[in-house]
């Protein structure tokens, strides 16, 4: 309840609002680390594209396209830190919409970039002196972001994922025992799913988003074709990584013996004793497919 209301009433302060067109600040090169004073106008240029692509936002959501949609928030608010406005305050106007559009996944970046001693980022130039309160604001509500997911939870699904790799890490040909050890996580995945519905970001963070879905990958037919349409509603509401789908939706093609359209899934040539592509549908489809979910096109 804590983390709702301090955002909710730092949003209402700033009178945030979505897809504002932030003026771009002007050059300080007397601000500016050496190794950067002339790099003003890429910074424009890159907060110029990303402030276009979030007018488009609704349909990008409606394509799917969550990765370039979270990158533009993410980006835009970097490009906006890095020019150093004159107003320091006007750096939470970027950071809250990044916030707003997936808090999670922002503040998880954050935590990486942002947080992390090894980078210079945060302290390069002047900027640790001229953000140095807004840092603070900032620091405080990724924190809580961070925190907010239930530790019992995530210990749970270190514990599936560890089993869950115990064998699969060592053997290419996979023994008995893991066969057994992919029914009992399963056990532990359908409890979790009746308790608190699919294990998506919001719930557990993104660094364990994926856990539930792997359990679910390596389970039989019938679980996995349960799971595939739950699976995509979550990615149409912005709740899990788009490039799961593919891998689920391939892995039931497979096994029923028809041909993948994300070429994700490869199996063992036993004449060559190499891993080779399963059977697609037409190439060319594939990347099509492939682009739509955030996938690299196959050659």
């Known amino acids: 309840m804590k983390i709702i209301i301090l955002i909710f009433s730092l949003l209402n302060i700033l009178n945030v609002r979505a897809q ?22 890429a910074w424009s240029f890159d907060l110029r594209i990303e402030n276009q692509i979030l007018k488009n936002r609704d349909s990008m959501i409606s394509e799917l396209r969550f990765n ?6 993410w980006n ?38 942002l947080q992390d001693p090894s980078r210079n980022i ?25 925190k907010s997911y239930n530790p019992k939870l995530l210990k749970i699904l270190d514990s599936l994922e560890y089993k869950d790799q115990y064998f699969r890490k060592k053997y290419e040909n996979l023994p008995i025992a893991q066969k057994r050890i992919d029914s009992l996580n399963l056990i532990v995945v359908f409890d979790l799913y009746e308790k608190y519905g699919y294990l998506n970001r919001r719930i557990v963070g993104p660094e364990y988003e994926s856990h539930m879905f792997y359990i679910i990958q390596h389970s039989d037919l019938a679980t996995m074709e349960k799971f595939l349409p739950i699976i995509y509603n979550e990615i149409k509401l912005g709740r899990l990584s788009v490039t799961l789908y593919p891998l689920l939706h391939d892995r039931i093609n497979m096994l029923k013996g028809k041909p993948q359209g994300f070429g994700t899934q490869s199996v063992m040539n036993e004449k ?26 196959l050659k």
């Not at 370039?68 to 928030?73: G, Q, S, V």
């Not at 906006?80 to 922002?106: R, V």
């Not at 004793?273 to 996938?295: A, C, P, Q, S």
Request: proline share 3%.
């Open 272 to 297: 060559t004793g190499k891993f080779e592509l399963y059977n697609t549908i037409e190439m060319n489809k594939v990347n099509f497919n492939r682009k739509k979910y955030g996938l690299k096109s």
């Open 20 to 41: 504002i067109p932030l003026q771009i600040p002007e050059k300080k090169t007397y601000m500016y680390d050496k190794s950067e004073q002339n790099y003003y106008d």
């Open 122 to 146: 945060r302290n390069l130039g002047k900027r640790g002196v001229h953000y140095k309160k807004q840092l603070d604001v900032m620091d405080k509500v990724c924190e809580c972001i961070l």
């Open 76 to 113: 835009r608010f970097i490009s906006y830190y890095k020019m150093i406005p004159n107003d320091a305050s006007d750096i939470l106007y970027p950071f809250f919409e990044g916030i707003e559009n997936d808090k999670d996944l922002f503040c998880h970046i954050y935590k990486e970039i």
């Open 68 to 73: 370039d949609l979270n990158n533009a928030y």
